[in-house]
C-alpha cells in the first residue's frame, strides 16, 4: 500500500491511503539505522497488520521533492499564507520573513487576504499592488460572507498546501470551510492507544479531498531565518531582480549603503513597495547582528 504520512506522535506516524482510510503506523528499526527519520508529507510504502483496528508497519520512504525543516514537512507543492485585511491589521514584516522562507525552499505562495467585508475597496487593492507586483498571487476572501472560498479550494485541489497565519485572522474558519469531516480518523485511533489528544502542536496534515491536504503550521508567530545569510537575502526578494543593473557594484550591491543602488532607487521611486524595502532593510540588519555573536 501507498500513503502519506498525515501526523507523528509518540512513535505512531498516521498514514492516510489518500482517500478515506487512515492508518496508526511504527516504522521499522531499519530507517533509524540509516539515518531517516519520517515526517509529515512523506509518501511511504506501508503494510497493513490490523484492517479493523486500523494498524500496520511503514517499510519505505518514497524519495521527498522537498524537506523543510520548520515545521518538519515534506513533499509541500505550495504555501498559502492567510492574513486579515483588518481586525487585526497584517503584520506585513511577519508575511515578508514567509515569502523570504518559502522563497528560500523554492514553495510558490499564495497570499490570501480574509475579512475583505470589514475593508473598503482601496485597501484591497493597495495590499494587491504591494504583493503581485512582488510576483505573488494574492486571493480575497471573507469567510464570513464565503467570498473568495471556491478560489481557495480550487488552489488546493490535487495538492499538499501549506497554511499558515498568525491568530485571529480567520484561518481556522478557512480550514474549516475546506476541509469536510471524511478521511479524519486520527482521533478514534488517538483514543484506541490512550494517547488523548496531543497538547504540543505539531504540523499535521488534514484531507481535504481525494490527494488532496492542507498543513495546518505551529509556531508560526516565531519565524526566524536562522539559515540564512545576510549577504543572501536580496535574492529572495524576486521584484528586486529587475533593478539590479542599476547597482554601481553589479552582483555584490546589496542594497542598503551603496551610493548608485537600482534597487533603492526604485523604491523611492514607488515601483518597489515601500513595506518591501522596509523590511528588507530590517531583515537584512537582523542577520547581520546575528553573526557578530
Do not use: W
Not at 12 to 18: A, E
Not at 64 to 81: E, F, G, I, K, T
Not at 200 to 211: G, I, K, P, Q, S
Request: aromatic share 10%.
Amino acid at each position: 500500500m501507498k500513503g502519506k504520512i498525515i501526523k507523528g506522535i509518540a512513535g505512531f506516524y498516521y498514514v492516510h491511503d489518500g482517500r478515506e482510510r487512515v492508518y496508526a503506523c511504527k516504522a521499522k528499526g531499519i530507517f533509524r539505522k540509516k539515518g531517516i527519520r519520517p515526517v509529515v508529507g512523506d509518501d511511504v510504502e506501508f503494510t497493513i497488520l490490523d484492517e479493523a483496528d486500523k494498524e500496520g508497519n511503514i517499510d519505505q520512504v518514497l524519495p521527498r521533492r522537498n524537506l523543510l525543516v520548520r515545521p518538519a514537512s515534506a513533499n509541500v507543492d505550495q504555501a498559502l499564507v492567510v492574513f486579515a485585511i483588518a481586525q487585526p491589521d497584517p503584520n506585513l514584516n511577519l508575511l515578508d520573513r514567509f515569502l523570504v522562507m518559502m522563497e528560500v525552499n523554492r514553495i510558490p505562495v499564495t497570499v490570501c487576504f480574509n475579512k475583505t467585508d470589514l475593508a473598503g475597496e482601496e485597501e484591497c487593492r493597495r495590499y494587491a499592488r504591494i504583493y503581485e507586483d512582488a510576483g505573488y498571487q494574492v486571493i480575497f476572501a471573507s469567510t464570513y460572507e464565503g467570498d473568495g472560498m471556491e478560489t481557495v479550494k480550487n488552489l488546493l485541489r490535487g495538492k499538499t498546501t501549506i497554511l499558515a497565519g498568525p491568530s485571529g485572522v480567520g484561518k481556522s474558519s478557512l480550514t474549516n470551510f475546506v476541509q469536510p469531516e471524511a478521511g479524519m480518523e486520527t482521533g478514534s485511533i488517538s483514543e484506541k492507544i490512550k494517547r488523548g489528544r496531543h497538547t504540543t502542536r505539531h504540523a499535521e496534515l488534514f484531507c481535504v479531498e481525494e490527494n488532496s491536504y492542507l498543513m495546518d503550521t505551529p509556531g508560526f508567530s516565531s519565524m526566524y531565518l536562522e539559515e540564512l545569510e545576510a549577504g543572501d537575502l536580496k535574492e529572495y526578494f524576486p521584484e528586486f531582480e529587475s533593478f539590479g543593473d542599476g547597482c554601481r557594484f553589479g552582483a555584490d550591491c546589496v542594497h542598503i549603503g551603496e551610493p548608485v543602488c537600482g534597487v533603492k532607487t526604485a523604491a523611492e521611486q514607488g515601483r518597489i513597495a515601500a513595506s518591501r524595502y522596509e523590511n528588507y532593510r530590517l531583515l537584512y540588519q537582523e542577520l547581520k547582528e546575528r553573526k557578530k555573536y
